[in-house]
């Protein structure tokens, strides 16, 4: 299975904030848009990082972060953890396991075609050995029935 495929099932939707954004606006976007992590774009709309629920905790765990004074560009990673959609999801996998992302914006080219977390990626693989175990399941029944 493509990364495309998770997208296609997913949406293209990818909500952004600008650099500014302060570490309090970006927690409560996150919380009401029931989200994991937003992208950082600059004045021309292009991403330059992203902000995960990993970086806002790190950021207040390892000083006294401010909700009104942190901004989005000193919570970002950059540049954002990017793969093509036309990459295969165990590539996506070895991705973020090599480089402890559980986030990973989906670039079309130039072209951001959706956002995919760790979470999608797991869905993916438990359909894939879901089907696996059913199709061993009718393969020993039939064996049986011989």
Same mark, same amino acid.
């Given at each position: 299975?493509?990364?495309?495929?998770?997208i296609?099932?997913?949406?293209?939707?990818?909500?952004?904030?600008?650099p500014e954004?302060?570490?309090?606006?970006?927690?409560?976007?996150?919380?009401?848009k029931?989200?994991?992590?937003?992208?950082?774009?600059?004045?021309?709309?292009?991403?330059?990082?992203?902000?995960?629920?990993?970086?806002?905790?790190?950021?207040?765990?390892?000083?006294?972060?401010?909700?009104?004074?942190?901004?989005?560009?000193?919570l970002?990673?950059?540049? =954002?953890?990017? %793969?093509?959609?036309?990459?295969? *999801?165990?590539?996506? &996998? +070895?991705? @973020?396991?090599?480089?402890? #992302?559980?986030?990973?914006?989906?670039?079309?080219g130039?072209?951001? =075609?959706?956002? %995919?977390s760790?979470?999608?990626? *797991?869905?993916?693989? &438990? +359909?894939? @050995?879901?089907?696996?175990? #059913?199709?061993?399941r009718?393969?020993?029944?039939?064996?049986?029935?011989?």
């Amino acid at each position: 299975m493509k990364v495309e495929d998770i997208i296609k099932d997913k949406g293209r939707s990818v909500s952004s904030v600008h650099p500014e954004m302060k570490l309090g606006e970006i927690a409560r976007l996150l919380r009401d848009k029931r989200i994991g992590s937003v992208t950082v774009t600059n004045p021309k709309g292009q991403i330059i990082g992203l902000v995960t629920e990993r970086a806002i905790v790190e950021a207040m765990a390892e000083s006294d972060a401010c909700a009104d004074t942190v901004s989005a560009a000193a919570l970002m990673v950059s540049p =954002a953890p990017a %793969i093509e959609s036309s990459a295969d *999801v165990y590539m996506a &996998m +070895r991705q @973020m396991t090599n480089t402890r #992302n559980r986030h990973l914006v989906v670039m079309d080219g130039q072209t951001v =075609a959706g956002l %995919i977390s760790i979470g999608d990626l *797991v869905k993916v693989r &438990m +359909r894939d @050995m879901e089907l696996e175990n #059913n199709v061993l399941r009718d393969i020993a029944r039939a064996n049986l029935s011989r």
